[in-house]
């Protein structure tokens, strides 16, 4: 008799946590009912495109080409390996027959076409911010890119990471679901250069350490941290004397038009890339981009010695 | 104990690899970056408006980041793989794009050196230059930490 309470009380609780962990890691939408139509503006999505680096992960590899969005470049991470999956227009290995909202609930809240969440390898935590006609003129502009027809690879996933639903729990931590609110007591620029930076720009992303289970430490964002991928140390973007101080606001808008460094090194690595993209914003852009750097708190972080 | 004496055998190959790098490339190597990066120095800061603009020494610039380019193909020697150096293991297995892009810089400065004639010319056309240090950085040299 007492046993069979014990058992009763503990498939009871493996069914409650099991109720639990359904209701919590839930996908929300940030978009149910289809969107009103709305004329594109493919400039801005273009826009959208450059400082959103797309082309960094997503673009197919060994070639030049940023346009050719076919993936296949593998991540290796600390969680296992991910495959950049296809983004270009074909409609059955691209994102061609993809709804607009789907791809707004991609962008602004981590969740795939078929309900599934996303891995935040694709950096959603950043992209959330973005203002809604900002996101549907990059998908307007996406579809005007060629079609590749490269089918997708599944990621390389261990247990625990390999189970989808959990990225819930995830995001539930990690992921608010606000968009950029501008600061009224700043300058236009200071904000646009918030946005960039924040919301598409996902600066943060690599700029900053990362706790154990993969989400930015908020304390010491834009410090620096480790490479994901174990490449040597990203470096410090706030302005302390362990990051920028010494660069002026004209110095780092510089970098992301040339690729040169202050004492005219060039950036290497996955910045290169960065850099392809960044060169081609306005000038206006990136002034207001390195502004918003200047006006971070200084915070320390350098690379173990 | 004969597995200990190949294990020493081989940790001496091993060391005698590394003792025999060709350390005067590597240190060509080291220099022709340098020498880049210096040129880049005065012209990049006439672009971004913190110097006065200066023809002269932008087109020594530009002659002498295509001279060094060229150079570049001649300091990357099978024996200098190893040793202390920035340059990653890829940089001497895929020489044929590596030297392709030290061509593209040295017709980048080539080029640059007609198109640059005043303040303007230098702001649309430096970057067409200095945009090519990343291509190779981002593939064949060591991420800095």
């Known amino acids: 008799m007492r046993l069979r309470s014990i058992v009763v009380l503990i498939l009871a609780l493996a069914f409650a946590g099991a109720v639990a962990f359904y209701v919590l890691t839930i996908p929300t939408l940030a978009v149910k009912a289809p969107l009103p139509a709305r004329t594109a503006d493919l400039a801005n999505g273009e826009t959208m495109f450059h400082i959103g680096g797309c082309a960094s992960c997503h673009a197919t590899p060994k070639q030049e080409d940023q346009r050719r969005l076919g993936g296949g470049l593998a991540l290796a991470t600390p969680f296992g390996t991910f495959m950049v999956p296809n983004i270009s227009s074909d409609a059955k290995n691209g994102i061609g027959a993809w709804t607009e909202e789907a791809f707004v609930n991609a962008m602004l809240r981590g969740v795939g076409r078929n309900g599934e969440h996303l891995y935040p390898a694709f950096p959603y935590t950043s992209y959330q911010r973005m203002a809604l006609d900002d996101v549907r003129d990059l998908f307007a502009f996406l579809k005007t890119l060629p079609a590749e027809t490269t089918p997708s690879a599944p990621h390389q996933l261990p247990f625990p990471f390999n189970v989808r639903r959990g990225l819930g729990l995830w995001q539930l931590i990690y992921l608010d679901g606000r968009s950029f609110a501008p600061d009224p007591g700043k300058s236009a620029e200071l904000n646009r250069g918030a946005y960039l930076v924040e919301g598409p720009g996902h600066c943060a992303e690599c700029h900053s350490p990362r706790d154990l289970f993969g989400g930015i430490v908020t304390a010491r964002r834009f410090a620096g941290g480790p490479d994901a991928e174990g490449k040597g140390w990203v470096p410090n973007i706030t302005p302390h004397a362990d990051g920028l101080a010494e660069w002026s606001a004209k110095d780092i808008a510089y970098l992301l038009e040339s690729g040169l460094t202050r004492d005219s090194d060039s950036v290497g690595s996955t910045m290169a890339d960065v850099v392809l993209n960044t060169a081609k914003l306005s000038p206006a852009d990136r002034a207001a981009m390195a502004a918003y750097l200047k006006s971070l708190p200084p915070r320390p972080g350098k690379p173990p010695k | ?145």
């Open chain 2, 1 to 145: 104990m004969l597995r200990v004496i190949a294990g020493l055998a081989a940790l001496a190959v091993g060391a005698t690899v590394v003792l025999a790098q060709n350390t005067a490339a590597i240190k060509q190597r080291q220099d022709a970056m340098k020498a880049l990066g210096a040129a880049a120095k005065e012209p990049s800061q006439m672009a971004k408006g913190e110097a006065k603009f200066d023809l002269a020494k932008v087109q020594a610039s530009l002659k002498s980041i295509e001279a060094t380019a060229i150079k570049g193909k001649t300091v990357f020697p099978d024996d200098s793989k190893g040793g202390d150096s920035a340059a990653l293991p890829i940089a001497f297995t895929d020489k044929a794009d590596l030297f392709a892009k030290f061509d593209k810089l040295a017709a980048a400065a080539k080029a640059a050196q007609a198109a640059i004639k005043d303040e303007a010319s230098l702001k649309a056309e430096w970057t067409k230059v200095v945009s090519n240090c990343g291509g190779c950085h981002k593939v064949y040299r060591k991420p800095k930490s």
